[in-house]
């Protein structure tokens, strides 16, 4: 079984920077896709970016150029950098990693930017 923590949230002022990690430990494929997702109030769960063992990243069009996703395929872990944070990006992080058919969630950290 596969379970993921989750660090890094917190509040933060418009304009500063935050850095998310997520460790995964169980049984994990050594070719798998790790990212970040969100999910606002009153909104639908949607991705953020995320990055495959080979190091192929996507981003959404919101947080391109302010934030860099990285990953150790050594350690499990993945971390989003994110900078220059706007209100909107307000929302609870869920860390997740997918292979095969199997896809395993954090429990979410919360990150709040005050404007």
């Known amino acids: 079984q596969v379970q993921l923590v989750e660090s890094g949230g917190g509040l933060v002022q418009a304009g500063g920077s935050l850095r998310l990690s997520c460790a995964a430990s169980?049984?994990?494929?050594?070719?798998?896709?790790m990212g970040w997702y969100r999910q606002a109030p009153g909104k639908q769960r949607e991705l953020v970016a995320q990055?495959?063992?080979?190091?192929?990243?996507y981003y959404t069009d919101s947080v391109k150029g302010r934030s860099t996703i990285s990953r150790d395929n050594a350690k499990n872990t993945v971390s989003l950098q994110m900078n220059s944070l706007k209100p909107e990006d307000t929302a609870v992080y869920y860390c997740?990693?997918?292979?095969?058919?199997?896809?395993?969630w954090g429990q979410g950290t919360q990150v709040t930017v005050s404007s």
């Open positions: 997740n990693v997918q292979f095969g058919s199997k896809t395993t």
């Open positions: 169980g049984s994990i494929f050594s070719s798998n896709v």
């Open positions: 990055i495959s063992t080979g190091g192929s990243t």
